[in-house]
């Protein structure tokens, strides 16, 4: 009987007609379409409505809802951005409507990738940093709810890098509107991101002779891990965990003539403080981590011959208002203060009072490469561990929130270490089934074939090698505690 019910209230019609919800009337929204599309990049049919939505009165916010015409899930899921956002993430709202999620993603308030929007606009900025998220969402359980004649039973956000940001945000700033929050390489120390990137391009061009072109990088790759491989008791050409390693790239100084293999005085300088981190010049303290051992192929990111623009953006538009800010200038000891202040909490997803969300049965899974580039992976560490401290340890968080470091993994995908993992199954199975991800299966692709295939582990555990059989097959390896 709870079957046949189910299968009819998933039954489209059983709302309102797609077309009909144009007429829908939400506060603060003006809904602009409402369409049966079908056949669309091989998508299932689903009704399509996008929607403006104005909470102040400079507030701009484009967004759209996508529902599956016949096959609903029942669930629905927030898809997040990259960057500035400035518009709709149409490939992750695909992937969510073809595993049969009604799903929505907003453009944050602003169109186009920059940050200029912010400069006079703070109503705007408060929508890029976390109104616009929750505004869709409550807009989209609404629409989701007209539609099938009733809501979602279970409703995920899913993100990475920007909406991994936006993915902590929700659950500490609007801890209601999920029931499990996926954030992916998040960006949730924002000011702090866009100070390791214009620390790293300062080191890069102190002087011309500290800069360190890319034909370098591989050279500085290899002898990094060279140098932390065996750490954690594997040479497998990854690194658990390059925290636990000190690496010295004085090891590829130049002992002849200059060259793609070696690196000069200076060069060497330069390297040393991509790793360290800032530091205020006066205080010698760190003021965020540095990149990791193993993240040097990335380097191009921050390092290249231009800062970060996601981070100079933020200085120029939001910190500074002053479009012709030179990174140059950004100083360590003296405009932290600035910096932090302007934020205040705005943009960072930093507050460590995940009670809200916990308290509901909410589950947040966190993940982050240790070869990212473009967010130093210790944030993460970084903020698990503030979550810990302030909630009473391990076991309190245990149940509610686990975060996996994915050796030899990029900035949300990519690089040499096991990268591709579904880690909105894990999360389905924790939310609906009870089942708590104590490891998550991932696999490294080479030309189209998986090469390599090792468990994710919940931090601080490590994929630990059973003594037997390939080092390639994650059956021969469980999750424990570092040695
Ligand atoms: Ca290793």
Same mark, same amino acid.
């Given at each position: 009987?709870?079957?046949? =019910? ?12 797609? %077309?009909? =919800? ?12 409402a ?14 409505v996008?929607?403006?939505l ?7 916010? #484009?967004?759209?809802v996508?529902?599956p ?27 969510? $409507? ?52 009733s809501?979602p ?7 990475c /890098?920007?909406g ?8 500490? #700033? ?30 890069m ?35 658990d ?11 590829? %100084?130049?002992?002849? +003539?200059?060259?793609p293999?070696c =690196? ?13 981190g800032?530091?205020?010049? #006066?205080t ?15 380097? @191009?990111?921050?390092?290249?011959p231009?800062?970060? /623009?996601? @981070? ?11 479009? @012709?800010?030179d ?16 934020d205040?909490? =705005? ?13 509901h049965?909410?589950? $947040? ?27 009473g ?34 999360? %389905?199975q ?7 991800p104590?490891?998550?299966? +991932? ?41």
């Amino acid at each position: 009987m709870r079957i046949a =019910l189910l299968a009819v209230a998933c039954m489209p019609g059983f709302g309102a007609s797609c %077309e009909s =919800l144009g007429g829908l009337a939400l506060p603060d929204t003006t809904i602009t379409l409402a369409e049966t599309a079908g056949n669309v990049n091989d998508l299932p049919p689903f009704c399509r409505v996008a929607a403006t939505l104005r909470p102040s009165s400079d507030s701009d916010i #484009r967004m759209e809802v996508w529902l599956p015409v016949a096959g609903w899930n029942g669930k629905y899921q927030a898809v997040g951005n990259g960057g500035w956002a400035g518009s709709i993430n149409s490939a992750a709202m695909a992937q969510a $409507l073809r595993r049969g999620y009604a799903t929505s993603s907003t453009d944050t308030g602003h169109a186009g990738g920059g940050a200029s929007f912010a400069l006079g606009h703070p109503e705007k900025l408060i929508d890029y940093a976390y109104r616009s998220e929750h505004e869709m969402t409550v807009k989209a359980k609404a629409m989701i709810a007209a539609f099938y004649g009733s809501g979602p039973k279970i409703s995920y956000w899913n993100g990475c /890098s920007a909406g991994g940001k936006q993915a902590l945000k929700e659950a500490q #700033r609007y801890p209601a509107d999920f029931d499990g929050i996926i954030a992916g390489s998040p960006a949730h120390n924002w000011t702090g991101r866009a100070e390791a990137a214009v620390w790293i391009a300062q080191a890069m061009h102190k002087d011309p002779a500290s800069y360190i072109p890319p034909e370098k990088y591989r050279a500085i790759h290899d002898a990094a891990v060279d140098a932390c491989d065996a750490v954690d008791g594997l040479k497998d050409g990854l690194v658990d965990d390059p925290t636990r390693c000190r690496f010295d790239p004085k090891v590829l %100084e130049c002992k002849g +003539a200059d060259g793609p293999a070696c =690196l000069t005085g200076p060069q060497v300088e330069a390297a040393r403080r991509i790793y360290a981190g800032a530091m205020n010049p #006066r205080t010698k303290q760190q003021v965020v981590p540095g990149l990791e051992p193993g993240s040097e192929l990335g380097w @191009a990111t921050m390092a290249g011959p231009q800062p970060l /623009s996601i @981070a100079s953006e933020h200085f120029k538009y939001v910190v500074f208002k002053d479009p @012709a800010w030179d990174y140059r200038k950004l100083n360590f000891g003296g405009d932290m203060a600035l910096t932090e202040k302007v934020d205040s909490g =705005l943009i960072d997803a930093l507050d460590p009072d995940l009670r809200g969300f916990f308290g509901h049965g909410g589950k $947040l899974v966190q993940y982050h490469g240790w070869n990212d580039w473009q967010i130093p992976p210790r944030m993460s560490v970084n903020y698990y561990q503030s979550v810990l401290e302030t909630l009473g340890g391990a076991g309190k968080v245990r149940d509610s929130y686990r975060l996996f470091m994915a050796p030899g993994m990029g900035h949300c995908g990519g690089s040499e270490g096991p990268n591709t993992f579904d880690m909105l199954s894990a999360m %389905e199975q924790w939310v609906e089934q009870g089942k708590a991800p104590d490891k998550v299966m +991932a696999s490294h692709m080479r030309d189209g074939k998986v090469d390599r295939s090792r468990p994710l582990c919940p931090y601080p555990q490590v994929a630990k090698y059973k003594g037997s059989g390939s080092i390639d097959e994650a059956g021969n390896f469980v999750c424990a505690a570092p040695r």
